[in-house]
């Protein structure tokens, strides 16, 4: 089992910041692309930011010069650094990694249950 788990969502007034944390543990050989998706209430799922293992990194227009996405590859750990937050970046924020379980196994995505981020005064 291959367990992703998000931290780090809370209520902040707008202009302020928070840092994500997407941590996975379990059994895997090694995570590919680690990113970051969110979710707002009557919206589809989209990606927010996403990093490769070798540190290419994609951002969604909406959030380039405001949020910074990283990894921790030794420690299974990618984080989503998010400043001058607005109203519309009120979302669950998920974590999604794409991980091969053994060596004959397809690579699968793996979700966590989400963290929610409010931003509101």
């Known amino acids: 089992q291959v367990q992703v788990v998000e931290s780090g969502g809370g209520l902040v007034q707008p202009g302020g910041s928070l840092r994500l944390s997407c941590e996975v543990s379990g059994s895997f050989m090694s995570i590919n692309d680690m990113g970051w998706y969110r979710q707002a209430p009557g919206n589809e799922r989209a990606l927010v930011a996403l990093?490769?293992?070798?540190?290419?990194?994609t951002y969604i227009d909406s959030v380039k010069g405001r949020f910074t996405i990283s990894r921790d590859t030794a420690k299974n750990t990618a984080f989503l650094q998010m400043n001058s937050l607005k109203s519309e970046d009120t979302a669950v924020y998920f974590c999604?990694?794409?991980?091969?379980?053994?060596?004959?196994?397809?690579?699968?995505?793996?979700w966590g249950q989400g963290t929610q981020v409010t931003v509101s005064s």
């Open positions: 999604k990694i794409k991980a091969r379980r053994d060596v004959w196994g397809k690579e699968y995505d793996y």
């Open positions: 990093i490769t293992r070798r540190g290419d990194i």
